[in-house]
């Protein structure tokens, strides 16, 4: 069994922890929260499992640290907080870790990455002999592996085109719904996720993975982006009212340029209600799908919908990115130390899972 550590138990840390204990190669055997309310609950509680796991969650860094885990989920936010994540991943990987996370945008694509943020891993790498890789959680694998393996399919590729659809009415993050996206605020307020540059900078490297495996020469990366706003006030079950006028919806997309054409698209399409932009794609039964497209012939279309935590599809969302992440733990281990994308990391089948529950 190799020592797992989730360090982080927010909307990726239950999931973490979940998949963790369903693992049939790991053993969970530490659990780091931030909030001090969260100090000393049992893992299982903090998963929402229905039984406790004997593992008391804590806030020192240094004794989980110390303990050698061979293994850490980092499912702590990097959105707001880069070079704190950044640095808390690297003092994991220097003590001996395989780490794997969603919270390093930059470096879903490794080979692209700003030197400020490969250098210090790949000093850890070689200084503690631990691994890093890192994928989305919008999620990862609808931005990589899902719509390179379905390109394959084709006898001709025009576009590859990713998309996450959400409504996000019943997606429990104020923070990052109503200022990162900036539903609910005046038309003419600047989200910090939806500036120029900034959806390049956390999904260009999948657009940048992805032409790789396809082989082509991107010419540049471009943005598009479309507001909405809300044509009356609503009420969200967890987030409170969302004002008439305010942004209702956001539809942006990160495209890849080959030979002056948008050949290799990440979209996203999301909503406060379904009121709002309803000429905008939808998901099959308005709460939220990941979608992938290949314009050619044959034309294809995939559409994934993942419910976790009673039916909550952004949950659910969570729920497949952390596994795609947990299940390459024992194949990192396995490997030889080093930084690993998603073309490195095979996706496999669910060995030893079969009819599992959370034992």
């Avoid at 609950?41 to 998963?47: I, S």
């Avoid at 890849?256 to 099959?284: F, K, L, M, Q």
Wanted: glycine share 10%.
């Amino acid at each position: 069994m190799i020592p797992t550590i989730v360090w982080g138990t927010g909307n990726v840390g239950r999931a973490a922890i979940r998949a963790v204990d369903a693992h049939p190669a790991l053993d969970l055997t530490g659990v780091l929260v931030h909030d001090p309310a969260k100090v000393g609950r049992d893992a299982g509680a903090l998963a929402e499992l229905d039984r406790e796991l004997g593992i008391a969650a804590t806030d020192d860094i240094d004794a989980i640290l110390a303990a050698r885990p061979r293994a850490v989920v980092y499912a702590a936010s990097g959105d707001i907080r880069p070079a704190e994540a950044l640095a808390d991943i690297v003092r994991a990987i220097r003590a001996g870790a395989v780490v794997v996370t969603p919270a390093l945008y930059a470096l879903y694509d490794p080979r692209s990455a700003p030197t400020e943020l490969r250098e210090p891993v790949l000093a850890a790498i070689d200084e503690g002999g631990g691994s890093l890789f890192v994928s989305g959680v919008d999620p990862g694998w609808g931005n990589d592996v899902l719509p390179l393996l379905i390109s394959g399919l084709a006898s001709t590729v025009d576009v590859v085109r990713c998309q996450e659809i959400f409504d996000y009415t019943t997606y429990d993050q104020p923070d990052s719904v109503r200022y990162l996206v900036g539903m609910g605020q005046p038309m003419d307020y600047q989200p910090p996720m939806l500036a120029p540059t900034v959806p390049t900078m956390v999904w260009g490297g999948q657009v940048r993975l992805m032409a790789r495996a396809l082989g082509v020469e991107l010419d540049e990366i471009r943005e598009t982006l479309d507001r909405r706003a809300l044509e009356t006030t609503v009420r969200t079950a967890k987030m409170g009212e969302f004002a008439e006028g305010t942004q209702g919806a956001v539809r942006f997309a990160v495209q890849g340029i080959v030979d002056g054409e948008p050949r290799i698209v990440v979209e996203h399409v999301t909503r406060i209600h379904a009121s709002c932009a309803p000429d905008w794609p939808t998901p099959p039964d308005g709460d939220g799908a990941h979608r992938v497209i290949i314009e050619g012939r044959p034309r294809i279309e995939v559409t994934v919908e993942a419910t976790d935590e009673g039916g909550n599809r952004s949950a659910g969302g969570n729920a497949t990115a952390v596994g795609r992440l947990v299940g390459a733990i024992d194949w990192l281990v396995a490997a030889e130390p080093g930084l690993y994308d998603a073309l490195d990391v095979p996706l496999r089948p669910a060995v030893g899972k079969l009819g599992r529950k959370n034992p």
